[in-house]
């Protein structure tokens, strides 16, 4: 992209110019470091059971922790429990018997995963939603941008960030370089909650196996959660967002590192704070030179085997 066009995507992002003369220049040098928050501060007790979840493992060693899945627990929820994961037809209901369990979304490949996520009736949102919303994007990108839920535009597009605040999220990433076609880009539930409702927690607990196979078939170099649900949701904590933004964390084995910032949907209302979403763009950027990949385009050292 020229110095012109940038200029223009800052701009509209009511950025400050001084910023991209840096990054086109070059100038912002990679980070070595990468601040892993304290267990006690980002995972409290009542959500977590081992804050040894936090510590940096490699991502061979160990998989991601998923919560319970919901059949593990189906003795103890008696009245109406839901089936976990995909099904392929039919109303939300009872637990099915273990040979007639869904398929595992852990096991699946990206084709067997859509097609779990487009017919799931693991919650109530699939009485209420249009079309499920999978997510998008180069499936080697480097990047993973997180967001929360599916707004009306994207219930009726079966496609991610395609609102008023998708336009906004692609000014931002172009203005780090990257068009939407070279990120990934998910949503913690994969369906419209209806009004915009924040996701409720079953909802998202009945949605996390198929975002966090989302993390492992791509194994991003970086993770960016936009907004408040999104991040609390991925690090499993209550804390607030401006507590969680401006620094590095991890995701869960701590083998990738994650950065939050505002959701686009709040940039739009709060625009004061766009200075502080580009820096944290410009952290990922850091971030992804730091591990010695372009941020422009593929040709990295990431093992695409998958
Ligand atoms: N907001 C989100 O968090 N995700 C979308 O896909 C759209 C709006």
Redesign the pocket.
Known sequence: MDERRRLDYLGAMGVDVWVPRLVAAGRIESSDEIAVVEPSRILPPARVSDPADLRPVSPSAQPIPRTPPAHAEAHEVAPNPVVPGPVASGPVGPALPEALSPPDPALMDWDALAAAVSGCRACGLCETRTNT?FGVGDRNADLLII?????A??DRAG?????R??QLLNRMLAAIGLAREQVY?A??LKCRPPGNRDPHPEEARQCEAYLLRQIELLRPRAILC??R??AQNILQTDAPLGSLRGRWLTFRTGAIPLRVTY???YLLRSPEQKAKAWEDLVEVVRRLRGEGCAVIGKGNDKDQSD
């Open positions: 919303v967001g929360e839920a599916p707004g535009e994207e496609e991610p960030f395609v609102g605040a998708g880009i949503n913690v936009v907004g649900v999104a959701h686009p949907a």
